[in-house]
């Protein structure tokens, strides 16, 4: 091409225009032209994940057909109008609608496709009565598709009140949500093409890009990047743009995702979008040209947390400093590419105002609960969280069992975050025997299902059926809160247990430094009670 200078044969062209890899473009061209490449031993075909394939596509496109036709979709083509979104547009993105009643059902039923096999690819939800209902609806529907775009689940956002905003497709033969990225099926070439990949929070997020122009667009399937997705990325290209909203829990898994693709050697930039705007609105506004300085002006994840916490004043100070310090050493560690941990080094000692030398004498040694990072605008006083009603009263009678099981249910379901939560949370610091000895298993060598619960106690074997049964709470819900939560509270209950006692009021207000905000109110509940 004379244009681009991009240059090769057919195959060349093949793979960087659709993303191919080199095999497929060799089959595709031979299909093409009607030769036929003789295989090895073909592999055996899993039909129970062919059947599952069939019925997502079959729903789909029903879904699909759903909101451009039907007459109780009104509400959801409004809804795209509100936003922008032609119905001509939703249609070639694959948006669809179900209904609030039951004919999907019935639909699915007369074109043959199994209950079974709708269940299996989380279609439809069994009651404990036994009756089966259609798992979305009243929502307006996102398919969510592999790297060879098969589609292989749904994210469905509610039109109207009701909770959870968002549900996804559980997990599936084919549909794990922590080794799946959005929209990266399409996205895969141009982020080849680019060199590097922008990563947003959500589903719109990414459409809108892609739809003024910017390709190199996927999103997560919860707000942070898992271990998986992050080394999903890395075959693609060397760098990682991080496009998410500059409030706390923007911030927060900004730095998370971040941390996370360090590991795997890619280069993480992080682009700061304007207070109280997302990607979505900011490029409906002004389109790709609104966006253009942010991506241009995104900088080093590093240098960002630096920029936060010298506009909170944390390097004022010798106490404000270790603080500061202890927020940018798991960036830091991290970080797998020697040169850019290098410089990493010698920019922290220098902004610090300590020497290398001690800076990685604290690499070297085991790390230290960081305080929290300051937001990039003002926030509402720390609260208690609410999925305990009294959070200080469970401190003070150990009764942690409701956060230790939402967190044991978060380990049945992604791998991506056992693997995580293997480095960061021992076993032992879980004080529910049953629990305890489920997570111990589960962060075992190759733990599956079967052998999971051939090496359980009985008392074990039955917290583990009663967590199978309730895996579906996670539905919808927010995991990195589940795993931060859970963190959090094992934190502060052993740091509130090493509190002098409340007559030792001197010594008591000095220990409570140490804790965070969230901990700082439990602490202030349990005072007051």
């Not at 998370?256 to 109280?276: F, K, N, Q, Y």
């Not at 253009?292 to 010798?318: H, M, T």
């Not at 079967?450 to 074997?461: I, M, N, T, W």
Request: a neutral charge.
């Amino acid at each position: 091409c004379y244009v681009c200078h991009a240059a090769g044969d057919v195959f060349t062209y093949l793979m960087k225009r659709f993303g191919m890899d080199y095999p497929t473009a060799v089959r595709e061209v031979a299909r093409r032209v009607g030769i036929v490449i003789p295989e090895g031993r073909a592999a055996p075909v899993d039909h129970r994940r062919e059947a599952l394939f069939g019925a997502m596509a079959v729903a789909q496109e029903w879904f699909a057909a759903r909101l451009r036709e039907g007459a109780d979709a009104d509400q959801a083509r409004q809804y795209l109008e509100n936003r922008d979104i032609p119905i001509p547009v939703a249609a070639e993105w694959g948006l669809g609608y179900a209904p609030r009643d039951r004919s999907f059902l019935a639909a699915m039923k007369e074109l043959g496709i199994d209950e079974t096999v709708l269940l299996d690819a989380g279609l439809l939800v069994k009651r404990d009565d036994g009756t089966v209902n259609p798992r979305f609806r009243g929502r307006l529907l996102f398919p969510i598709r592999d790297q060879r775009g098969r589609v292989v689940a749904f994210g469905g956002r509610i039109l109207g009140s009701g909770e959870p905003k968002y549900l996804n497709s559980p997990e599936s033969p084919i549909f794990h949500k922590g080794s799946t990225l959005y929209n990266l099926d399409q996205a895969k070439n141009a982020i080849r093409r680019e060199g590097h990949t922008i990563v947003v929070e959500g589903y719109f997020d990414a459409l809108r890009l892609v739809g003024a122009g910017i390709e190199q667009v996927v999103a997560p399937l919860g707000t942070a990047l898992t271990d998986e997705q992050a080394k999903l990325l890395a075959r693609f290209a060397p760098m990682v743009i991080l496009l998410y909203d500059s409030d706390g829990p923007g911030l927060k898994a900004t730095f998370r995702s971040g941390d996370e693709c360090l590991r795997h050697g890619l280069r993480v930039r992080v682009a700061t979008m304007p207070e109280g705007e997302d990607p979505d609105t900011l490029v409906r506004r002004g389109g790709a040209a609104a966006m253009k300085p942010i991506l241009d002006d995104a900088v080093d994840v590093l240098e960002r947390k630096i920029q936060l916490l010298e506009r909170k004043n944390w390097f004022d100070g010798v106490e404000r400093r270790r603080d500061a310090l202890d927020r940018l050493l798991p960036t830091i560690r991290a970080c797998s590419d020697p040169i850019a941990k290098d410089l990493y080094l010698m920019r922290v000692a220098e902004r610090v105002g300590i020497s290398r030398a001690v800076l990685e004498q604290e690499l070297a040694g085991p790390p230290r609960q960081a305080p929290a990072l300051p937001p990039a605008k003002p926030v509402g006083p720390a609260r208690p969280p609410t999925s305990d009603r009294r959070p200080a009263r469970a401190l003070r009678e150990g009764k942690g069992a409701p956060i230790e099981r939402r967190f044991v249910l978060l380990m049945l379901a992604d791998a991506g975050w056992r693997a995580r939560a293997k480095t960061e949370i021992p076993p032992e610091r879980l004080e529910v025997p049953g629990l305890r000895e489920i997570y111990c298993a589960l962060i075992g060598q190759d733990a599956t299902l079967e052998s999971l619960h051939a090496g359980l106690s009985e008392r074990a074997k039955d917290a583990l059926e009663r967590l199978l049964k309730e895996i579906d709470y996670l539905e919808g819900a927010n995991l990195d809160d589940i795993y931060t939560e859970a963190l959090v509270w094992f934190d502060e209950r052993d740091a509130s247990r090493q509190l002098p006692p409340p007559t030792d009021i001197e010594a008591r207000i000095d220990s409570k430094k140490s804790l965070s905000p969230p901990g700082l109110a439990r602490l202030q509940y349990t005072d007051a009670t």
